[in-house]
């Protein structure tokens, strides 16, 4: 068995995540690439796995570049901050709802690490002991967002505006970036990821929606992270002549 013979069905496999083999067979086999049942398909299975990497990813990009740099210029708390709110809004509501973690593990493990990013910020900006407090304070109000004091009803309203909250986070950051003339510590990765995610976003709210309010929110918050990410591009070579002048000046220190 030749190497080429080998790989062919690991190929099929792998192709078979993204489609049933009807669909494989329709591509593959009959090589009709227009088949628009199975096109829709495919184009589901990927924008769902751009939602989860999205969602997973990004932040995690985002604090390997803070650790790494081991500052966080050019993040805005606010934003942040805001990222955190709707992710947390999606959370609770699964909560109480009662889902099982495996349906949404994915905005808990994000939800995780957003919070951790905010500690971050105030950490490598001199101010850990207001992390700290941040976080602390976060944790009291997730548990009273879970608990039976807060009326299902709020829950709900904040799931439902958790794309307002995404959409004036980004907002606040572009605005933020365009003020102080560079991006910092931004990392372009997780930017990136949040737009792929973004118009992942826009084609489920489509399929099941139609041209809904929800489907234009997610397409305002993937432009806003177009802006953002075309900040990061454009300030590429500034910041990075920005660190070079950092490291020159510490050597000298």
């Known amino acids: 068995e030749t190497s080429e013979e080998r790989t062919i069905p690991q190929l ?8 049933p083999e009807k669909c494989f067979d329709q591509f593959f086999l009959q090589f009709n690439f227009i088949h628009v049942p199975c096109l829709k398909i495919v184009m589901s299975k990927t924008m769902g796995i751009l ?4 969602t997973i990813f990004a932040p995690l990009a985002q604090i ?10 050019g993040l805005c708390l606010g934003s942040v901050f805001l990222e955190l709110l709707a992710i947390s809004a999606h959370g609770a509501f699964c909560y109480t709802q009662k889902f099982p973690t495996e349906a949404w593990g994915e905005s808990l493990f994000a939800l995780i690490q957003i919070a951790f990013l905010t500690f971050l910020i105030q950490h490598y900006r001199g ?21 039976p004091l807060t009326p299902v009803s709020v829950v709900w309203k904040l799931r439902e505006w958790n794309v307002l909250f995404v959409i004036a986070g980004r907002l606040i950051q572009a605005c933020s970036n365009y003020r102080c003339g560079h991006t910092g510590q ?3 990765l ?3 990821l949040a737009f792929l995610g973004s118009l992942g976003r826009i084609f489920s709210s489509l399929q099941e929606t139609g041209l809904s309010l929800p489907a234009q929110l997610h397409a305002v918050a993937c432009c806003c992270s177009g802006v953002i990410l075309i900040q990061v591009l454009l300030n590429w070579n500034k910041c990075n002549i920005e660190k070079v002048r950092q490291v020159d000046k510490e050597k000298a220190e």
Request: some cysteine; hydrophobic content about 55%; glycine content about 6%.
């Open 127 to 147: 101010k850990t002991m207001k992390g700290v407090y941040l976080l602390a304070l976060y944790c009291a109000f997730m548990y009273f967002l879970v608990s």
């Open 190 to 192: 997780s930017i990136l």
């Open 64 to 73: 390997g570049k803070v650790v790494w740099c081991g500052r966080s210029d």
């Open 51 to 54: 939602v989860l990497m999205a």
């Open 186 to 188: 931004l990392s372009a």
């Open 12 to 19: 099929k496999d792998f192709l078979l995540t993204f489609m």
